[in-house]
């Protein structure tokens, strides 16, 4: 059952690893004012996905109205005063000159912020703040700062404004927004190559390292002594919605189990490319699951690290980092279930013993523009 009240949603006073801030929705694909598909939305859907697939302790700070449909892992809390945050993604048909399909955003529900007396009393190790409409205030992120050992920012969270009469989603430079501020103590800010042009990398990661994802092409990471590409991983492409929030739960489940940053992104990449290729919230295969968390301990255990008390990134390349990437993309080829061999007998033949694995899919639909884009959306000037 949801709870209703922000009182009985604190968690005991113990360290928790994670801390997901970022409110669930409701996504809705229009075309021609028909709803063609309803999902579960929001970014903090896809990275608890990741993170509790990886065995990750973590708590999630979520608001949503009485009238949330979606069954979750971990409980919001409910507004019984508001409604869920909606969004409504609008498509045109025509192909425009820069070879994305037309496409806007509109948010027409907003369900409260998530406030500083939302967030949990105890510690966390590693914070994020992954909201989408709105709902991180500059005073929430400033209380996540002091509780968290180490925050994680989504740019969305703060550069999306929202038109007053209609909700027509547009981006801002980061500089004009509230938030700048608090960038230099911030751990890691993530954004896509989209999303990027509206901060000034360079300055930025002056501050804090800062994380660029670029679909099949990888992603970056630039911190203020350096910059250092990570390889992708081959995927069959079904649809790009949410790959860059399972990238940013892997990434940092990574650095939560003790991966160089490196390492971490490549870890990042996997749970991208995984998500990519399932329609709906992606349900990871266990046996898949059990074999990255393996190569993560195995990959952990080279380096021997001892646990620390703050957060210590390690940016630079460590040794047998492209086995590690061999290895989990050997991981992630593991057939999605355990083929069970019969004796052979005159019965049965060899073509009756065979057996092909069939693809695994959530039954869930799933909106083909959700809460995270590939695409570009539709800036303050009007431009992509």
Known sequence: MVTSTAAAHK????????????????????????????????????????????????????????????????????????????????????????????????????????????????????????????????????????????????????????????????????????????????????????EAVFMDVEEVRKWCCVVVTNGKEGCKVYWKDGELGIPPFLANQKDPTGAGDSFLGGFVAGLVQGLAVPDAALLGNLFGSLTVEQIGLPKFDSRLLQRVKDEVQRRKMQFLRCERSEYEPEFLKPDGHEQFHVSLGAAKSTPPFSIQARPWTPSNSPKETEQTPIPHYTAQAKLLASSVYEEPIQTVEGKP
């Open 11 to 194: 968690t005991p006073q113990q360290q928790t690893r994670v801390l997901i801030v970022g409110n669930y929705c409701h996504d809705v694909l229009m075309q021609k004012d028909t709803v063609k598909a309803e999902s579960l939305g929001g970014a903090a859907s896809f990275i608890s996905n990741v993170v509790n697939g990886m065995s990750v302790s973590c708590n999630l700070v979520s608001k949503v109205g009485e009238d949330f449909k979606y069954p979750v892992d971990f409980t919001p809390i409910v507004i019984p005063t508001s409604k869920t945050t909606v969004f409504h993604a609008y498509f045109d048909l025509a192909i425009h000159g820069n070879c994305h399909q037309d496409r806007v955003l509109k948010r027409v529900s907003a369900c409260d912020p998530i406030r500083p007396s939302d967030l949990p009393d105890a510690r966390s190790k590693f914070g994020m703040a992954v909201g989408v409409g709105g709902e991180i205030l500059p005073e929430t992120l400033e209380r996540m700062i002091e509780t968290c050992d180490a925050v994680f920012v989504d740019i969305q969270a703060l550069i999306r404004v929202f038109d007053s009469v209609d909700g027509t989603v547009k981006l801002v430079k980061l500089e004009e927004t509230e938030f700048y501020s608090l960038l230099p103590r911030i751990g890691v800010l993530k954004a896509s190559s989209e």
